[in-house]
């Protein structure tokens, strides 16, 4: 089983002088889903390298198990500072995908085109694509095998309006995750704000925010066994 953890590249919070980047626990809670069911993890980036780390992630509040697990793992850890560069990755040699959230990907995932493309290939291909936060806000501009847009009549959740505002960031990002799956024709649902909610329609797994990380890589991997479980099925029937 070979997965794809796709994080961005974006440093800058905005015109603010503050960083962003990928958050946290978003990485190393379904890092560790994958890993600990023996799954081979490829780390990718548009750049490559170390992707830059939202530091707000890296606060006393924001520490979890797996937060703490990943800070004791060298392994891990040297993997994350040598991710492979998005444009080297073909979509034929994994078995799903895998993007974790933080503002970041608002700037430079959303519109990156070997980001839509992979998307497009994955899921087109009947592969499960899964993104937390406010990595859904990479399908913007992802189009489904009928070229309509990829959420389109789709049950999907993402990093709430109501989120963005609690965390003063409503006029600094280029664009609200909720309101661009609406607009896409998603069918949007939330829960609480902060509390965990996953959606699954069919091969497209979306999580609401930082909570929802775990529970999402959950919902990927289920789908993957679905998957196996039916072609092995398919194998002993012919």
Avoid at 217 to 225: D, E, M
Wanted: one cysteine or more; glycine letters at 8%.
């Amino acid at each position: 089983m070979n997965i794809l953890m796709v994080l961005t590249s974006h440093d800058r919070l905005g015109s603010t002088e503050e960083k962003t980047g990928f958050w946290l626990e978003e990485f190393a809670a379904p890092y560790y889903v994958f890993k600990d069911v023996g799954a081979n993890i490829t780390l990718a980036s548009p750049n490559g390298g170390q992707p830059p780390l939202d530091p707000k992630s890296d606060d006393t509040g924001a520490q979890t198990a797996a937060t703490a697990r990943f800070k004791l793992d060298r392994a891990a850890q040297n993997a994350l500072a040598n991710t492979v560069r998005l444009s080297t990755v073909t979509a034929d040699d994994y078995s799903a995908v895998f993007y974790p959230g933080g503002h970041g990907p608002l700037w430079d995932l959303a519109d990156n085109p070997d980001s839509i493309r992979l998307i497009e290939v994955m899921f087109g291909t009947g592969k499960p694509v899964a993104a937390v936060c406010h990595a859904p806000g990479v399908f913007r501009h992802v189009r489904a095998p009928d070229r309509s847009a990829l959420v389109r009549g789709k049950s999907v959740t993402g990093f709430a309006n109501t989120e963005e505002e609690a965390v003063g960031l409503t006029h600094v990002v280029p664009f609200l995750v909720e309101d661009s799956l609406k607009q896409n024709g998603g069918v949007y649902s939330k829960a609480h704000d902060w509390q965990p909610y996953v959606v699954v329609d069919g091969n497209l797994i979306t999580g609401q925010n930082p909570a929802s990380s775990e529970a999402g890589a959950k919902a990927l991997l289920n789908r993957l066994t679905a998957h196996h479980g039916a072609a092995k099925l398919l194998q002993s029937t012919r």
